[in-house]
Every structure is written in structure tokens, then in C-alpha cells.
């Protein structure tokens, strides 16, 4: 475990924030419930009270509505938002993130329309997957620059390897999880690479520094 690609705004009335936040918030209820394949403007327009028209003024198709509804529950919409000094804050906000169940289902839903909805997964990470990638990977290379990480790591590895973390956390452990338990599961992935979180004394490991107890267990 990501600013946000505006629609641009047509001429006419006022757009209500209002109607923008319920039409968002339908869709998102409806892709966590259904999925994106299963999931309609009509649909959407009817669970926020609107018309289809309204819905269409404010997005040209399905996949851009979906896409802005899952950018509307991230806080990174601003640049700096994204700019993590090392690898330490970007793990909390990531672990902080995976511990609401709803922001869980939605990422679930994501992923997995790689099969029934291609599209929306491809033009999320056009739009939003490769700002955030190269977040990731700056966070990374700055921590290498502070000796948490040793020259020798491919940073490029080592950020797939924290993304298969989250896909595996999001299909192996139980939503109910904290964010305290989750930061501990992806410190013990990075101890895997030799990280040294800067806090850390002399024969520490990042999972000894970061692991208050053993009580996490898996579904």
C-alpha cells in the first residue's frame, strides 16, 4: 500500500459539492459491493439521488467516475503529500491506510478487476499508480542515502517486494488488523533486505525495534 486527476469543470451552473460527494460515495459503495464490471452510471446515479445526467456532467464514462471515487478516500491529493523522508513515514501512512476495512474491500476490488475490468486498473495506474510508484521509490532512495538500507539493494526489488506485502496482506490477513500490527508485518519483510531503521541500536533488527509482541496472527 496514493495528486488527483481533476474533471475538468463545464460551463453552467455551479457544481455542488454536495452532489459531487454523494455521487463519489455511491460509486465507491457500489464498486466495494459489486465490483467495476458489476457497477453502472445508472446505478450509481439512483443510490445518490441524481440523474444520470448530472453524473455525466461531472464524468465522461464508468472507469473515470470509479478512478476519481477511490483517489476521493487517499489524503495525498497535494505533491507534498507524497514526499516521504524515508522509508519509516511512508510505512505508517501505508499501515494506516491498510487498517480501514472499507479502504481494504476497495483496493481488493482494484486489483482484482484485472480479469472482469482491465481498464480500471490500467488507467489507475496511468493516472495515479505512477505518481505514487515514484514516491515509493524516492522514500527508498533516501533511506539508502541515510544507511538504513545497504548500497548494494536494488530499490527497484525491494518496492516490488513491499507491494506483494500489501497484495498478500490484503488476501491473507484479517481486515480487523491494526495499523501498529501491520507497520510490524512490513517491517519483517524489510528485514529481509537488511534494513536499518535509524533508530535502531547496534544488533537490532527493523522487526526487534518495531515488535512489541507476537500477537498478530494470520486468517
Known amino acids: 500500500m496514493t495528486g488527483t486527476a481533476h474533471t475538468p469543470r463545464l460551463p453552467g451552473r455551479p457544481r455542488s459539492q454536495e452532489v459531487d460527494a454523494a455521487i463519489l460515495s455511491a460509486a465507491l459503495d457500489l464498486l466495494i459491493e459489486r465490483g467495476a464490471s458489476n ?9 445518490a439521488g441524481v440523474t444520470r445526467a448530472t453524473v455525466y456532467r461531472r464524468f465522461p464514462d464508468k472507469t473515470a467516475l470509479l478512478i476519481q471515487a477511490i483517489e476521493s478516500v487517499h489524503q495525498d ?18 499501515a494506516a491506510y491498510l487498517s480501514n476495512p472499507r479502504n481494504r474491500r476497495m483496493l481488493r476490488r482494484l486489483y482484482g478487476a484485472v480479469d472482469d475490468y482491465p481498464e480500471l486498473l490500467q488507467s489507475y495506474r496511468n493516472s495515479h499508480g505512477r505518481r505514487r510508484a515514484a514516491a515509493e521509490h524516492a522514500a527508498l532512495r533516501r533511506s539508502r542515502e541515510h544507511g538504513e538500507l545497504s548500497q548494494d ?15 498478500h496482506h490484503l488476501g491473507t490477513y484479517p481486515d480487523t488488523e491494526s ?12 528485514r529481509q533486505v537488511d534494513y536499518q531503521p535509524a533508530g535502531a541500536t547496534s544488533g537490532q533488527t527493523a522487526d526487534q525495534v518495531h515488535r512489541p509482541g507476537d500477537s498478530d496472527k494470520r486468517r
Do not use: C
Not at 457497477?39 to 443510490?47: C, D, H
Not at 491529493?77 to 501505508?94: F, G, N, R, S, V
Not at 539493494?153 to 497484495?167: H, R, T, W
Not at 500490527?181 to 517491517?187: E, N, P, Q, V, W
Open 77 to 94: 491529493h497535494t505533491p507534498d503529500a507524497l514526499e516521504w523522508p524515508d522509508i519509516e513515514q511512508m510505512l505508517e501512512q501505508w
Open 179 to 190: 495499523a501498529d500490527a501491520i507497520k510490524r508485518y512490513f517491517m519483517a519483510i524489510l
Open 39 to 47: 457497477t453502472s452510471i445508472e446505478q450509481v446515479a439512483l443510490r
Open 153 to 167: 539493494k536494488d530499490l527497484d526489488i525491494v518496492q516490488q517486494l513491499l507491494n506483494g506485502a500489501v497484495m
